[in-house]
């Protein structure tokens, strides 16, 4: 039997834009009000994953949410028409209306945790999607990313869909972005790390001071728990608190992992030696590369802005590992002298390649950011729902669906136009088509 990373990237909705909405996320805050360029944005996103596809990788896709949330402001009290709610909420709540309208869901590296097979208990697949409670805009995501995840992967024998954890900051919970898993082969039993921010039951441990801690050592193990992981082959490594205030909302911004190979900067964990041994021992083979960037080499602040450890580490089907790292790591002095050194090193990777996601890196989004790896045999490859897989066909009719659809630009005003509501919902009820999805949008129920 083989096995198989499949990375799925969240296809950017048509309402991207940058609201300012991530406290603790530099570029979110950075960037807020600028005017954003959603089809920019969408084929950005696409081109990547078209590229990973040439490059031999079995690639997917997964929708986005229906922007703005309409059905969220009448639950808070918005009444009238469609258009009458998005009037009042711009003009009474402008804050919340922006919330409810963020496209945010394009970083499906917190659409969920996902533990393969080789793994869980019952040998089938697990998806847990993340509750994002700690950001209100993120929070209105789990349901209809768990229809979403359940329109792909669609087949009770091979996939475990579990409901999102309790919707409070206890058991905060951001999905893959805090998730990587090692092994030597994607088909055999891996070592899953689960990292968190703080403990949310045990307040005399160390936890940021500045900036939130959104993912907690509870929902952690309670993901763990769902998927059926033994033990033996789970990890749990709290983040270094001072790296969490300086701009490191996620681990996967100082972190990145695939198959035997941990890449992180020296001051990602709070007890680095401790991790380090915990994952050797319970990995079971020497052949494990720790990858440790040092701060002489790259600061946590030069990794903050330009997401050296957001890069995506991809097997290629020779077997060699490369990079995926934004334009941003090559814009970088240190960075790129950094990343040229690292192919010579004798680890497994081999070569980098440079993908411009600036529309989404200006909301704090690498390349890392926005994909959902699930490693999967080439038996549940064929369950999944083929239509969510890039191949030229789809690549092209999906460019298209763009050019239909999506505005060049959009700025805060353009987001109380009713027509937008329109636009959208007219480009998603195209799109459940084109991906054979059902109705997985408020809208459409
Ligand atoms: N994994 C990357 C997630 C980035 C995301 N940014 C945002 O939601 C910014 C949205 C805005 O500010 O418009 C976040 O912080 O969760």
């Known amino acids: 039997m083989k096995a198989f990373e499949v990375n799925f990237d969240g296809l950017v909705g048509p309402t991207h834009?940058?609201?300012?909405?991530?406290?603790?996320?530099?570029?979110?805050?950075?960037?807020?009000?600028?005017?954003?360029s959603p089809r920019q944005a969408a084929k950005q996103g696409l081109q990547k994953a078209k590229?990973?596809?040439?490059?031999?990788?079995?690639?997917?896709?997964?929708?986005?949410?229906?922007?703005?949330?309409?059905?969220?402001?009448?639950?808070?009290?918005?009444?009238?028409?469609?258009?009458?709610?998005?009037?009042?909420?711009?003009?009474?709540?402008?804050?919340?209306?922006?919330?409810?309208c963020s496209?945010?869901?394009?970083?499906?590296?917190?659409?969920?945790?996902?533990?393969?097979?080789?793994?869980?208990?019952?040998?089938?697949?697990?998806?847990?999607?993340?509750?994002?409670?700690?950001?209100?805009?993120?929070?209105?995501?789990?349901d209809v990313t768990g229809r979403i995840l359940k329109g792909t992967f669609a087949n009770e024998k091979y996939f475990n869909h579990h409901r999102h954890l309790p919707d409070n900051d206890h058991f905060g919970d951001e999905g893959a972005a805090n998730h990587t898993r090692l092994c030597s082969n994607y088909g055999h039993a891996g070592v899953e790390l689960f990292v968190f921010g703080k403990y949310a039951f045990d307040s005399s441990?160390?936890?940021?001071?500045?900036?939130?801690?959104?993912?907690?050592?509870?929902?952690?193990?309670?993901?763990?728990?769902?998927?059926?992981?033994?033990?033996?082959?789970?990890?749990?490594?709290?983040?270094?608190?001072?790296?969490?205030?300086?701009?490191?909302?996620?681990?996967?911004?100082?972190?990145?992992?695939?198959?035997?190979?941990l890449f992180y900067h020296e001051q990602a964990f709070a007890d680095t030696q401790k991790a380090l041994?915990?994952?050797?021992?319970?990995?079971?083979?020497?052949?494990?590369?720790?990858?440790?960037?040092?701060?002489?080499?790259?600061?946590?602040?030069?990794?903050?802005?330009?997401?050296?450890?957001n890069t995506q580490i991809i097997t290629l089907p020779d077997g060699d590992m490369a990079i995926i790292a934004p334009s941003e790591c090559q814009e970088s002095l240190a960075v790129s002298a950094y990343l040229d050194k690292l192919v010579t090193l004798g680890t497994p990777i081999k070569k980098v390649h440079y993908f411009d996601v600036k529309q989404s890196m200006k909301n704090g989004g690498g390349p890392a950011c926005l994909r959902l790896r699930v490693a999967l045999?080439?038996?549940?490859?064929?369950?999944?729902?083929q239509n969510t897989l890039i191949n030229d066909a789809q690549f092209n009719r999906l460019n298209q669906w763009v050019d239909k659809h999506y505005r060049d630009e959009l700025s805060f005003d353009d987001l109380r136009d009713p027509q937008l509501l329109i636009e959208s919902r007219d480009a998603l009820d195209e799109l459940t088509q084109i991906l054979k999805l059902g109705s997985v949008y408020p809208f459409q129920r």
């Open 103 to 142: 496209a945010s869901s394009m970083w499906t590296a917190n659409a969920a945790t996902v533990s393969p097979s080789a793994d869980t208990a019952d040998g089938r697949v697990h998806f847990t999607p993340a509750n994002l409670t700690n950001k209100f805009h993120r929070s209105l995501e789990p």
């Open 51 to 100: 590229a990973l596809a040439d490059m031999g990788m079995l690639q997917g896709l997964l929708a986005p949410q229906e922007r703005p949330d309409v059905e969220t402001l009448r639950r808070i009290g918005f009444t009238g028409s469609d258009a009458q709610v998005l009037e009042k909420a711009a003009k009474q709540a402008p804050e919340i209306f922006l919330a409810c």
């Open 277 to 309: 041994d915990e994952i050797r021992r319970k990995f079971g083979s020497d052949d494990l590369h720790f990858i440790e960037v040092k701060t002489s080499d790259v600061s946590v602040e030069e990794a903050v802005k330009t997401y050296l450890f």
């Open 377 to 385: 045999t080439d038996q549940e490859v064929a369950a999944v729902n």
């Open 205 to 261: 441990k160390p936890a940021p001071t500045k900036f939130p801690a959104r993912h907690t050592y509870e929902a952690c193990e309670a993901v763990a728990r769902l998927h059926g992981l033994s033990d033996d082959s789970v990890v749990y490594i709290q983040q270094n608190p001072d790296v969490i205030d300086q701009g490191v909302f996620h681990n996967d911004v100082i972190a990145v992992g695939n198959q035997n190979v």
């Open 17 to 36: 834009n940058y609201a300012g909405l991530s406290f603790g996320n530099v570029a979110s805050l950075n960037n807020a009000k600028a005017v954003s």
